[in-house]
């Protein structure tokens, strides 16, 4: 997480040593939750209360990290304290790594945590190229009306939807539109489970479903947890 190094590395200067798929750089992101032992001070500095039974013993953090999958590097961490959710220390990642990454030329990957209608607004409103699972109740009206394992997708912005905006700004932006539009993938595993991958990546991009299906299910789950073991 060092990012002089990087910089000394010319990370950010797109060079040919750098690995890439379909010419864009891999990303994941992931949180964990980290505990330690019982401990007054941790407990204060992380807003651990007093007498919350599920809090007890051990102190708790939570930490989110920014992925470079191909070329083995941590772009950023956040350790937050336990409140915190993964979107909120997602978005942080996100710019802090903006002078390092550039988002132009590289896809985002992110577990079915980070799904809500506010994030896939915000990464689009910064040009972020993003691959998002989700959870099967996740838009059914939308998504039923799909024949098509990779489709168009127009997520109506109703009011309900709305509501869960926190940007105040995104959300009277996102008030004046119908849809959040997007692209829908829809992959059957070897065990017959049907995941679904939102992403804003549009096929003209000349990543097909088959190259989605690959650097979500292969790249990004074979490699993101074990960035984790390694380096936190």
Do not use: C
């Not at 950010?12 to 939750?33: E, P, R, V």
């Not at 988002?103 to 577990?111: A, C, G, V």
């Not at 003209?204 to 074990?226: I, P």
Request: proline share 2%; no cysteine.
């Amino acid at each position: 997480m060092n990012k002089e190094y990087l910089r000394q590395v010319k990370y950010n200067q797109n060079l040919s040593i750098h690995k890439t798929y379909k010419n864009f750089y891999l990303y994941a992101i992931d949180g964990m939750t980290i505990r330690f032992d019982y401990n007054k001070k941790l407990r204060k500095d992380f807003k651990v209360k007093e007498g919350n039974l599920n809090y007890i013993n051990p102190s708790e953090a939570k930490f989110s990290a920014i992925m470079d999958l191909l070329n083995g590097h941590i772009i950023d961490g956040e350790l937050g304290n336990f409140r915190q959710s993964e979107r909120e220390l997602m978005k942080i990642n996100v710019k802090n790594s903006m002078d390092i990454i550039d988002f132009n030329q590289s896809i985002l990957t992110m577990d079915r945590g980070f799904a809500s209608l506010e994030l896939m607004a915000w990464m689009k409103e910064l040009n972020i190229n993003f691959v998002q699972r989700i959870n099967k109740e996740f838009y059914k009206a939308e998504i039923n009306r799909i024949k098509d394992n990779d489709s168009p997708i127009n997520i109506k912005l109703n009011a309900s939807r709305l509501r869960g905006f926190k940007d105040s700004e995104l959300k009277e932006k996102y008030r004046k539109e119908s849809y959040l539009n997007l692209r829908l993938v829809t992959v059957e595993l070897e065990s017959g489970e049907i995941e679904r991958l939102l992403t804003n990546i549009p096929p003209e991009y000349n990543v097909n479903r088959g190259h989605l299906s690959y650097l979500w299910f292969e790249m990004d789950n074979r490699n993101k947890l074990q960035y984790f073991k390694k380096q936190v």
